[in-house]
C-alpha cells in the first residue's frame, strides 16, 4: 500500500510499504478514505521530537471503512464507516475508567520513565506519533492497522460526508476540550493565542458556548482575517504589535484582562522577545513566548487553559505572575474518547461545521505537497485533508 512516510526533518515521501495486519484479536484494519494533516504532525515533520524514526507512517486525523476484525472486536462489521480517536486506550484501566484516556496507562508500555527507582508508566499510545507515544503506523496511508477496537472507532451516519466528521479523531474535541477546560460560558470573555486548526475550532466552539467577546492572536493575516468573518473575532497580529496582551487588557471591561485565554501554539511559538513584560530580562529562544503572553492577558482567577502541545524546558514562564493572579491552569491531549458523545449531535445538527476550515483537498499522492504548503502557510492554507486513491 502506499503511506506518507519520515525521512529526515522536511523530508517526507509517499512510498509503498507492506499491507497492515491484524496482531492482536481486537485490532480492526481500515481502508482509509479521508485523513488530515494536524500542527502536532509538523513537530515530527519539522524533526522537533528525537524518536521519530526513518520510515515512520504518519498520520493521526483519520477515518474510513472497516476491511477486518479481529476475533474479539463486538460491534464492528466489515463496511462500518468509523472515526478513529487519535489515542489509543484501553477503556479498562484506572485512567480510563476516569475518562482520561490520554492517560491510559496499558497502550503505552515502552517509556516507562524512572522516578525515585521507580517505574512510572507512560501516557497512551497516538497513532503516527512515533516511538515517543508508543511507535503505532499512522493513518496517512490507504490502510491502517486500529488496535483497541473495542474502545475507539465511532460509527458514524451515512448521511454527513468524511469532511464533516474527519475532525472527531482530535482537532475538534480538542478544541472543546479547550474552551471546555477554559471555563468558557455565556457572556465569557477569552483570547486564543493561534488561529491555526486547533485556534479556529476553540473560536468556534467558544461562540458556541456562548462566548461574547473572543481576541484571535497570530501573524498570519489570511487566518485572522477567517477568525474575523466567521466567528467574529478580534484579531491581532503580534508581528505589527508584539505586545498583544497588554492591547487584549485595554480592550476588556475594566482593564482586568480576558476571563480565559487559549494557548493553541504551542512549544514552537514565534516571534521576538521585545514584550514589555520581558524587556529587561534577558532569556534566550522563544519558546513559551505564548505561554507567557496568556498569563499577561488573563484577568486574576482566570483560567490558562493550553491544547497546545509543549516538551521539555520552556523558558520565561512567569510562574510568580501566575502565582499573584491565582490562575488556573488546565492542558495535555485531549480526551478523545471521553467528548465524542456530545459533539456527534452538534455536528449532526450542524451547530458545528467544522469542514469549513479547509483548503486544500489533496490525493494522498500529493501529501509532500500538503506539508509544506500547510508548514510554510502557502496557498492561504488552513487545513489538508488527503484522500487514498483520489
Ligand atoms: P498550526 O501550526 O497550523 O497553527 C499554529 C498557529 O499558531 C499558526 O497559525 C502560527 O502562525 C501561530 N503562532 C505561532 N507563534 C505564535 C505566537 N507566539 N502567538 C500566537 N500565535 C502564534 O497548528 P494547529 O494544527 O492549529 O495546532 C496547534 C497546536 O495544538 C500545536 O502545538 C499542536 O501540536 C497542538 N495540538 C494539540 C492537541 C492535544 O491533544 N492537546 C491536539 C491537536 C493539536
Ligand atoms: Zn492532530
Ligand atoms: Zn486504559
Redo the contacts with the bound molecule.
Sequence with gaps: MKALTYHGPHNVKVENVPDPIIEAQDDVILRVTATAI???D??LYRGKIPQVSHGDIFGHEFMGEVVETGRDVKDLRKGDRVVIP??IACGECFFCKLHQY?ACETTNPGRGAILNKKEITSPAALFGFSGLYGGVPGGQAEYVRVPKGNVGPLKVPPVLSDDKVLFLS??LP?AW??VKNAQVGKGSSVAI????????LCAACARLLGAEQIFS????NY?LAFAKERYGAIPIN?DDNDD?AAFIIENTTGNRGVDAVID????????SLTETVLSNLKIEG?SG??LR?CIAAVRRGGVVS?????AGFIHGFLFGDAFDKGLTFK????H?QAWLPELLPLVEKRLLTPEEIVTHYLPLEDAVHGYKV??K?EEEC??VILVPGA
Design positions: 494536524c500542527g502536532s509538523l513537530h487519535f489515542v490520554s482530535d482537532i480538542t476540550q479547550a493565542f493561534g488561529a491555526g486548526p486547533v485556534g479556529l492572536i497570530d501573524h498570519n487566518r503580534f498583544p493553541a501554539v504551542g512549544f514552537e511559538a514565534k516571534g522563544s513566548k505564548a503572553q493550553v491544547p497546545g502541545v509543549y492542558m495535555g491531549q485531549t478523545v500547510f508548514e502557510k488552513r487545513k
